[in-house]
């Protein structure tokens, strides 16, 4: 037996081993990125989502202002109509009282 091949394997066993945590070590290092891109691609899509839930409330909100807008000016629009028709009957009970 060689001692010069012990020497050899054992060289070899180390590289091995050497190599060995290296790539282990590099799928660490892309396994880390591939989750912090997934968060990431997460915290997008969240993002998103608030942003339309945003827009619809606004729309949402929009519509009530212009519905609650609309409802004022009809309001307006009834008591004006009321008060013509309350100055018209009594200019009328007037007219009646002095026909009398």
């Given at each position: ?54 827009q ?13 807008n ?23 009970l ?7």
């Amino acid at each position: 037996m060689n001692p010069y091949n012990n020497l050899n394997n054992n060289k070899s066993n180390a590289n091995n081993s050497s190599n060995n945590e290296m790539n282990a070590a590099q799928l660490a290092v892309l396994g880390g990125f591939l989750a912090t891109l997934g968060d990431a691609i997460s915290t997008y899509a969240a993002v998103l989502a608030l942003e339309e839930l945003q827009q619809t409330q606004n729309q949402s909100n929009n519509n009530k202002n212009s519905n609650s807008n609309n409802n004022s000016n009809n309001i307006d629009d009834e008591i004006s109509e009321l008060k013509k028709q309350i100055k018209y009957l009594t200019k009328e009970l007037h007219r009646q009282k002095k026909g009398k």
